[in-house]
């Protein structure tokens, strides 16, 4: 073995061939077989995709690292059930392109803080955290209602998710800065055309309570309300693959 | 430094530098009022800057062809220069995002600011800045030196430096306006990743080259190290950033993967950036500077061998060990851990082989700090190796996973394995490069190393403690069989050891600051009058024939 290496130690291009050859088995072995084998990802046929403005609220979760303190993915242990509620599965976060199931909990797990609390409450706390949890140390994030939100690229970032594998169809690309417009708010024409096309169940409100502009913080808080609600998979008794 | 490149070189690097500056205009064209056209803005500028000093220098004299005889050694020393500038700036904003956890006012009103886009400036700046730019120039500075061979030319390796330089800086801006990916440590978009692979190409095809160009029938171990990051990075970094971009004239991607699948992926990534950006890469570091300085011959040829093909085939099954009890398939999570733990092996040889090395020698590790920076970089190798085989095992991992033990196992690693490695490869390595006969002062090293060494322990004790009062609080359970604590509980008991961290983390950052000056004072005093006769490539054969075994 070691005569062996004695001579791969004097040849360049022979030990770049190994590196990469000894460097890819593991990989291949891990990664590939996610892909093919089915049960990797359950079904869940009520499983629906982010709204343009849920989008664009992920994509200011994201802009703004809270990836780095949030997880989003509650393991298989009891007190971890009984903390956040039921544990995630994977086709929970099947359109998270890519995932955010984060590595640090400096705060606390947000797979399912939807509807666990008001918009009012998730506006004053990401105002200004302290003025609802004292001790708190996360940012303050005050320049979101400040912020008007850009939706006139919405539509491109729905076809380069449907690029990725996401079923967009052409009408929610054609509709997605309407849809963004009439998600927060109620009652108008365009509200309808969001329940039309994500369901009527879509959360449809002014999440900022500010009717007169479209702000960052909308985006934000829509996001965060939909967290653990885009499908009912993880609360229904678990099938096994047969 | 442009004096040292030939006419045809300069050229060259005009034509670069304008295809550069051309690219930068139309991104900022492009994204006009969108941060995507910011980052042109950065481009264009390092263009302009890069083009402004090629042409001040533009008619110096051709460097003479005696230079050839000896090795070219100034991206080896413009490369120090930024890793500590790289250094002081990546622990600067480090140590500022500690303190916000200790007061979250402690920011302005604005989002650049913000605890969420400064910490990926942190990681960063420390990883690809301050261990990056020290990879690059020790790699060149070793390579040329085990092969007995000057680089080939002198645009390539100058390319490979600012190029990279040019990546961390566009990552960097990036975050602070807001341009992620969210991939931990994998954070710039697409147009920065497609650059990075421009440059890593160069840098793989300037290592082959030179190492065809060897004297040394046998190709020395610290080169294997070198040579595994180099490619093993690439495949890491190509892979797990495929994306498709919003539009040509936006930074915004969407990741190829979801899910599953992309936390797989990603921490394939992450975990083998940790393998082979913070650990072969330093490998290679350890392999050749620690000997040097210590004036010993490496312990055991064989034991190389066997940890270097342990660590390059074992270190990539080990990812999923950061996806204990998800959502991720339990025979994936068990190879993973099975793995992590078999690691224990090829690691602590390594250790094992550097500590034994000194054996002789251990009266200079007493007296010489910069042997001892690397004494104890071998030290917290083999400790925090151990540390993270216990870690991935799934028991271990169910406490320990999302609290600060991880931030402080990183630390532990980080501090006291690659940036003590760095400091000793440095200190070694400044006199050399400079030709001088030692550093300016001797006392100043010995300050910094207590610093840091200080620092290090401070810093991985608050959080171990952190850590595992976290874990604990989460799952305690009260005797009517409900939860103990709220989450908040568990936040108020850490405010004491997010304290002992700043301050831990804030030695560390004076010693780098003391490091510095003391680099910058040895450049200052005049340089030997002769070059060690040892420190020459091997005179060129009259002809231009290939090496047995090529």
């Given at each position: ?52 403005l849920?989008?664009a609220g992920?994509n200011i979760y994201i802009r703004e ?58 506006v004053?706390?990401l105002h ?11 940012p303050a994030y005050g320049w979101l209602l400040r912020t008007t939100l850009r939706t006139s690229d919405l ?25 963004a417009d009439?998600?927060a ?22 999440f900022d309570g500010n009717?007169r502009e479209l702000t960052e913080m909308d985006a934000l808080v829509a996001y ?19 | ?32 009022g969108d941060p ?73 009103d604005a989002g650049w600011?913000s605890?969420g886009r ?59 306006m807001g ?372």
């Open positions: 073995m070691f005569g062996l290496h004695y001579r791969l130690e004097r040849k360049a291009i022979g030990l770049v061939l190994a590196i990469v050859g000894v460097a890819s088995i593991g990989g291949i072995v891990e990664i590939a077989p996610l892909f093919t084998i089915h049960q990797t990802v359950e079904d869940a046929p009520d499983m629906r995709v982010y709204t343009p849920e989008l992920r690292g809270c990836y780095a303190c949030h997880s989003q993915m509650i393991r298989t242990l009891r007190d971890e059930v009984e903390r956040y509620g039921p544990y995630s599965l994977a086709v929970e976060s099947k359109y998270d392109h890519p995932m955010l199931w984060g590595s640090k909990r400096t705060g606390p797990d947000l797979a399912r803080i939807g509807g666990k609390y008001s918009d009012e409450w998730q004053a706390h200004n955290p302290r003025e609802v949890v004292p001790e708190s140390v996360m539509g491109a970032n729905l076809e380069a998710m449907r690029a990725v594998g996401v079923p967009y169809t052409d009408e929610m690309i054609a509709n997605a800065a309407a849809d009439g998600q708010a109620p009652d108008t024409p365009a509200a309808a055309g969001v329940a039309e096309r994500y369901g009527a169940a879509t959360t449809i409100r002014i009717a965060l309300q939909i967290l653990g609600r885009l499908t009912d998979a993880a609360h229904k008794p678990v099938a096994l693959g047969e | 430094m442009i004096g040292q490149l030939t006419k045809t070189e300069r050229h060259l690097a005009l034509i670069i530098l304008s295809a550069l500056a051309l690219v930068g205009l139309t991104m900022t064209a492009a994204g006009r995507f056209g910011m980052q042109g803005a950065v481009v264009l500028l390092a263009a302009i800057a890069g083009l402004f000093c090629v042409i001040s220098g533009l008619s110096d004299p051709e460097p003479a062809e005696d230079r050839l005889e000896r090795y070219y050694d100034d991206p080896s020393k413009i490369g120090i220069l930024l890793a500590m500038v790289w250094a002081v700036f990546g622990l600067f904003v480090g140590d500022w995002v500690a303190w916000l956890l200790v007061d979250p006012d402690l920011t302005f600011s605890f400064l910490r990926p400036v942190h990681t960063t700046g420390v990883i690809f800045g301050f261990g990056g730019n020290a990879l690059i120039a020790t790699s060149f500075y070793v390579l040329q030196r085990t092969s007995r061979a000057r680089l080939p030319g002198q645009l390539g390796p100058m390319f490979v430096l600012f190029g990279y330089n040019l990546f961390c800086l566009l990552a960097v801006s990036g975050y602070m341009i992620t990916q969210s991939k931990e440590y994998a954070e710039p978009e697409w147009y920065a990743d497609v650059w990075l692979v421009i440059v890593w190409v160069t840098y793989f095809i300037v290592y082959l080259r030179v190492l065809a160009r060897r004297k040394e029938p046998h190709i020395y171990v610290a080169n294997w190290y070198y040579m595994a990051f180099i490619l093993v990075v690439a495949m890491l970094h190509i892979v797990n950033n495929l994306a498709v971009p919003v539009s040509i004239g936006g930074a915004k991607s969407y990741s190829l993967f979801a899910g599953v699948q992309d936390a797989m992926t990603e921490w394939w990534y992450g975990h083998n950036a940790v393998a082979f950006f913070l650990t072969a890469g330093f490998l290679g570091m350890m392999y050749y500077y620690l000997p040097k300085r210590a004036g010993r011959p490496i312990f055991s040829y064989r034991v190389s061998i066997i940890s270097f093909w342990g660590i390059t085939f074992m270190y990539m099954w080990a990812g999923s060990h950061h996806l204990h009890y998800t959502a991720l398939p339990q025979w994936v999570q068990t190879l993973g851990m099975t793995f992590s733990v078999m690691l224990l092996v090829p690691s602590w040889a390594s250790a094992g082989n550097a500590l034994l090395t000194l054996n002789g020698a251990w009266h200079k590790v007493r007296d010489d700090a910069t042997l001892r920076f690397m004494m104890v970089a071998a030290v917290f190798y083999g400790l925090s190796t151990f540390e993270g085989s216990f870690m991935a095992i799934r028991a271990v991992n169910s406490l320990s996973h999302y609290t600060d033990w991880t931030v402080g196992h990183v630390h532990a690693g980080a501090l006291g394995w690659v940036a003590m490695i760095t400091f000793g490869s440095i200190y070694a390595s400044v006199p050399w490069l400079w030709k001088r006969e030692a550093m300016y002062s001797a006392r100043l090293v010995e300050v910094h190393f207590w610093l840091a060494l200080a620092g290090t322990l401070i810093y991985v004790f608050a959080m171990w403690n952190s850590g595992i009062i976290q874990g604990l609080m989460w799952r305690t359970y009260n005797d009517s069989g409900t939860l103990a604590y709220s989450f908040v509980d568990s936040l108020v008991a850490m405010h004491p050891y997010y304290v002992a961290r700043a301050i831990g983390g804030l030695l560390f950052l004076i010693g780098a600051v003391v490091g510095c000056y003391n680099i910058w004072m040895t450049i200052r005093v005049a340089p030997q009058e002769r070059v060690p006769a040892a420190d020459q490539p091997e005179p060129a054969p009259a002809r231009a024939a290939l090496q047995p075994g090529e």
